[in-house]
């Protein structure tokens, strides 16, 4: 009977470990706005998410939805993961404006110095400037992509005034102040709609990158794209890769150290240099196409910089009237894309 008892007793204890086990395999789901053939979900996403069940040995699944399918829009997807409808979202902070004042910083033209890598790198370097930003969510990381350009499927942007007129998708706000800078009306769209939107005239063009084109098929849409001496971008975007706060919270200390090892600076310059490598598939989508490529003149790119300076400048005193210190987070957001590049 002791025998039977130490039997029924141990095994019963191997079944409680085992139940224990099973309780930490967890599930996540992640939303985002793009289609599974977008680099953003086939080079980044779902790599990061086969590398953290690999990593949790298994215990860890993520179950991707692109292409908005758990329903909603793309503006809506921070709120998704603030309520807890998604576990992770990936989307652009531009798509909730005012949500995010502090990071708008590293979004501003002459700011970003276009270079995806150092940005990202100084993004996620600096989340102790930015944390108020993100208290309703868990970062996992911040990013952004090379920077934009003007895409135009209607005429050439050969100098500041060729600007004028011009209707021009704009990835955000401070994208919004760029392109009226130029003279141009900007347009707020989500980067999905913006084929149709070329297609049907309801805009020129956009501002956004090289990137997306093959996703969105521009190379069938724009004329012409003008960009700023030596790789100079009109500004950028940031992205975030967020999850719920409650769903981190309930994750076993491993399983956050599996979280966290794919997070923040432990990833940020591979997710930086990996944006700076899709831009060649754009560029070479562009070329094959016959889409002419014009790279401004110093003189000329000196006018758009001057408006840019302006838009920096309006930044600064938007934030700082609501109690940010604006000139210091322009001062040290430079700084950190600077120590980036070293």
Do not use: C
Request: hydrophobic share 45%; no cysteine.
């Amino acid at each position: 009977m002791n025998q039977l008892t130490k039997f029924l007793g141990a095994t019963g204890l191997g079944l409680m470990m085992s139940t224990a086990a099973m309780a930490e395999d967890v599930t996540l789901l992640m939303h985002h706005f793009l289609p599974p053939v977008a680099n953003a979900h086939k080079v980044m996403l779902q790599p990061w998410a086969d590398r953290v069940a690999e990593q949790s040995n298994g215990q860890i699944t993520v179950e991707i939805a692109p292409a908005m399918a758990m329903g909603g829009k793309p503006n809506e997807l921070y709120g998704q993961v603030r309520d807890g409808t998604a576990d992770i979202v990936w989307t652009l902070l531009g798509y909730t404006p005012g949500v995010f004042p502090r990071s708008e910083v590293f979004e501003l033209p002459l700011v970003h110095a276009g270079s995806a890598t150092d940005t990202t790198i100084a993004l996620n370097a600096s989340m102790d400037l930015l944390a108020e930003d993100f208290d309703d969510i868990h970062v996992l990381f911040l990013h952004t992509h090379d920077g934009n350009l003007i895409h135009s499927a209607t005429k050439p942007v050969r100098t500041f005034e060729d600007a004028a007129g011009l209707k021009l998708r704009t990835p955000g706000r401070t994208g919004a102040w760029v392109i009226e800078g130029m003279g141009a009306e900007p347009v707020g769209l989500p980067v999905p709609a913006l084929p149709e939107a070329m297609a049907k005239g309801v805009v020129d063009g956009a501002l956004t990158t090289y990137e997306i084109v093959p996703a969105l098929k521009l190379q069938e849409l724009d004329k012409y794209t003008t960009e700023l001496p030596d790789g100079g971008r009109f500004g950028t975007a940031v992205f975030m890769l967020a999850m719920n706060k409650d769903a981190y919270e309930a994750l076993s200390d491993d399983l956050k150290a599996v979280i966290d090892a794919n997070s923040g600076t432990n990833i940020a310059a591979e997710i930086g240099a990996m944006w700076e490598g899709f831009e060649q598939s754009g560029v070479d989508a562009l070329a094959a196409a016959g889409v002419e490529n014009i790279v401004l003149s110093e003189g000329e790119a000196a006018k758009f910089n001057a408006q840019s300076e302006a838009v920096v400048q309006r930044w600064i005193d938007e934030v700082t009237a609501k109690g940010i210190d604006g000139a210091a987070l322009v001062d040290q957001a430079r700084a950190a894309i600077a120590a980036a590049g070293q």
